[in-house]
């Protein structure tokens, strides 16, 4: 098959959608002969790089750099093939192998569905439950859930019974948030879920009282069951940045009771915690009942797992962002829970529904096997890089790249990653005036791995694809270096 050229399946479905797509995007490239010649003459670090890796203290053992020309041949390979973890870098692989696999317009479908079509007596009651088939939509807010229990509202349903939630898209696929880091409170730790909303967060709004001298606590949004204690406290100083509070939570005898505490200076102005609060399931259960309540409706009993039988016909459905728009959510922001039910959703598309972490990994690199990516070494576990057992080589990403820059997708892909000094997890970083808006990358940090990766237009117009692994306890000391690699190849 020819460079680029597509490969096509028979029409597909999103999970739980009945929404047909008529090819999968998938293709091969083949490297020139000219860049693996050039790859087993790769130079180690050049003299404009070593003074600045020296400066890490870092013995050269911990770090894996691969920096080749797009088209041509490689400049630096420093271990190429040793496994490293990549931390949030894996995401990379997770929204490539997603846009590649799936295509740039896939959607999720949410549905909600009745048997009969939805039909209601004189009082507007539902004959049966409402059942609800999750797709796994990782962008699904408030506001869609809202409208689309208005779009049921305007259909004459108004009474309720019971609400069936099918999450049959993917397996059992909850993790405990605080298994990672202990720190089960903060959302980057979000448990995946084929029915999530608003990525299962909830905000802790405080807004400043200046009379009073003191912040007023605001939960959103207001689920029952839920109760936010501010017990943060005024300060009359300046604001020396972004408001730091300390939160906990505490089981009461009519559910969950949020502490907050700390000083903020009231110059600081509203202010925004986000905080996981509830599991998943019961966050959307709280939020159904809310949301319902609040257009008018009735549930007699309650929101429970299930699955939609085969005689339910749909009532309204609701349609995410496409793929493209999603990825550039979970790249330049590093999003977590988003990546980690993509490589679900990859999962339940190439190997069917009951999708898990295992087969979605293994869909992964399926995609990438058919693209000739040399994937040896490689170890995928949720797909976000929150893992301490995920491994890549530098050398194979390099290679994931370059196919990815060759692609006709190579746009949607590189749009998503964040911009050097201007947005992203970068913004704040490679400010300098050579050096802002000549790369888009993807950085990853954990306890002990330090990352970058992607791609760099150097002052001559060439494009450079780099991969730089730490695997260290003092990793974090390489972001100067990282740093010091673009702006090395901005200024060939």
């Given at each position: 098959?020819?460079?680029?050229?597509?490969?096509?399946?028979?029409p597909?479905?999103?999970?739980?959608?009945g929404?047909t797509?008529?090819?999968?995007?998938?293709?091969v490239?083949?490297?020139p002969?000219?860049?693996?010649?050039?790859?087993?003459?790769a130079?180690?670090?050049?003299?404009?790089?070593?003074?600045?890796?020296?400066?890490?203290?870092?013995?050269?053992?911990?770090?894996?750099?691969?920096?080749?020309?797009?088209?041509?041949?490689?400049?630096?390979?420093?271990?190429?093939q040793t496994?490293?973890?990549?931390?949030?870098?894996?995401?990379?692989?997770?929204?490539?192998?997603?846009?590649?696999?799936?295509?740039?317009?896939?959607?999720?479908?949410?549905?909600?569905?009745?048997?009969?079509?939805?039909?209601?007596?004189?009082?507007?009651?539902?004959?049966?439950?409402?059942?609800?088939?999750a797709g796994?939509?990782?962008?699904l807010?408030?506001?869609?859930?809202?409208?689309?229990?208005?779009?049921?509202?305007l259909r004459?349903?108004?009474?309720?019974?019971d609400v069936?939630?099918?999450?049959?898209?993917?397996?059992?696929?909850?993790?405990?948030?605080?298994?990672?880091?202990?720190?089960?409170?903060?959302?980057?730790?979000?448990?995946?879920?084929?029915?999530?909303?608003?990525?299962?967060?909830?905000?802790?709004?405080?807004e400043?009282?200046a009379?009073a001298?003191?912040?007023i606590?605001?939960?959103?949004?207001?689920?029952?069951?839920?109760?936010?204690?501010?017990?943060?406290?005024w300060?009359?100083?300046?604001?020396?940045?972004?408001?730091?509070?300390?939160?906990?939570?505490?089981?009461?005898?009519?559910?969950?009771v949020?502490?907050?505490?700390?000083?903020?200076?009231?110059?600081?102005?509203?202010?925004?915690?986000?905080?996981?609060?509830?599991?998943?399931?019961?966050y959307f259960?709280?939020?159904?009942?809310?949301?319902?309540r609040?257009?008018?409706?009735?549930l007699?009993?309650?929101?429970?797992?299930?699955?939609?039988?085969?005689?339910?016909q749909?009532?309204?459905?609701?349609?995410?962002?496409?793929?493209?728009?999603?990825?550039?959510?979970?790249n330049?922001?590093?999003?977590?829970?988003?990546?980690?039910?993509?490589?679900?959703?990859?999962?339940?598309?190439?190997?069917?529904?009951?999708?898990?972490?295992?087969?979605?990994?293994?869909?992964?690199?399926?995609?990438?096997?058919?693209?000739?990516?040399d994937?040896?070494?490689?170890?995928?576990?949720?797909?976000?890089?929150?893992?301490?057992?995920?491994?890549?080589?530098?050398?194979?990403?390099?290679?994931?790249?370059?196919?990815?820059?060759?692609?006709?997708?190579?746009?949607?892909?590189?749009?998503s990653?964040?911009?050097?000094?201007m947005d992203?997890?970068?913004?704040?970083?490679?400010?300098?005036?050579?050096?802002?808006?000549?790369?888009?990358?993807k950085?990853?940090?954990?306890?002990?791995?330090s990352?970058?990766?992607?791609?760099v237009?150097?002052?001559?117009?060439?494009?450079?694809?780099?991969?730089?692994?730490?695997?260290?306890?003092?990793?974090?000391?390489?972001?100067?270096?990282?740093?010091?690699?673009?702006?090395?190849l901005?200024?060939?």
């Amino acid at each position: 098959m020819a460079r680029g050229a597509w490969k096509t399946a028979g029409p597909r479905k999103t999970p739980g959608a009945g929404k047909t797509f008529g090819i999968r995007w998938r293709f091969v490239v083949a490297l020139p002969l000219s860049i693996a010649v050039a790859t087993a003459a790769a130079q180690a670090l050049p003299p404009q790089l070593q003074k600045a890796w020296q400066a890490t203290a870092l013995p050269q053992s911990a770090l894996s750099l691969v920096v080749r020309e797009i088209g041509a041949g490689t400049l630096v390979s420093v271990n190429p093939q040793t496994p490293r973890n990549p931390a949030s870098v894996m995401k990379m692989v997770t929204t490539w192998t997603g846009l590649s696999g799936l295509g740039p317009d896939y959607q999720w479908r949410t549905t909600l569905l009745a048997r009969g079509g939805g039909r209601v007596d004189a009082q507007g009651t539902l004959r049966g439950p409402l059942y609800v088939k999750a797709g796994g939509d990782p962008s699904l807010t408030i506001q869609d859930l809202w409208n689309l229990l208005r779009e049921l509202r305007l259909r004459g349903i108004k009474n309720l019974g019971d609400v069936v939630v099918d999450r049959s898209v993917f397996g059992n696929v909850a993790t405990d948030p605080g298994a990672f880091d202990d720190s089960p409170y903060h959302p980057y730790n979000a448990s995946p879920d084929a029915m999530m909303v608003n990525l299962g967060a909830v905000r802790l709004l405080f807004e400043p009282d200046a009379a009073a001298k003191k912040w007023i606590p605001i939960l959103d949004p207001p689920l029952r069951g839920l109760r936010l204690d501010g017990g943060v406290r005024w300060s009359n100083g300046r604001c020396a940045g972004a408001p730091v509070v300390a939160v906990t939570e505490t089981a009461s005898a009519d559910g969950v009771v949020i502490n907050a505490s700390g000083t903020v200076a009231g110059s600081c102005g509203e202010f925004s915690v986000y905080r996981l609060a509830l599991s998943q399931p019961a966050y959307f259960s709280a939020l159904f009942r809310m949301l319902w309540r609040d257009l008018g409706g009735t549930l007699a009993r309650g929101v429970e797992s299930g699955t939609v039988p085969a005689t339910a016909q749909p009532i309204v459905w609701h349609d995410s962002e496409p793929l493209s728009n999603v990825i550039r959510v979970i790249n330049k922001y590093s999003n977590n829970v988003m990546a980690r039910t993509l490589l679900l959703t990859i999962g339940a598309e190439e190997n069917g529904p009951g999708a898990t972490t295992t087969s979605g990994a293994a869909a992964a690199l399926a995609i990438l096997a058919d693209q000739h990516v040399d994937t040896a070494g490689w170890r995928i576990v949720n797909g976000a890089g929150l893992a301490r057992e995920s491994r890549l080589t530098a050398g194979g990403l390099a290679g994931m790249l370059d196919t990815a820059w060759q692609s006709p997708l190579m746009p949607e892909f590189v749009s998503s990653l964040a911009i050097a000094g201007m947005d992203g997890t970068v913004r704040r970083r490679l400010r300098g005036e050579h050096t802002r808006g000549v790369a888009h990358l993807k950085t990853g940090t954990l306890r002990d791995a330090s990352s970058l990766a992607g791609y760099v237009l150097s002052g001559s117009g060439r494009r450079y694809v780099v991969v730089s692994f730490v695997n260290n306890e003092n990793a974090t000391a390489a972001r100067a270096f990282d740093d010091a690699v673009i702006a090395w190849l901005a200024g060939l």
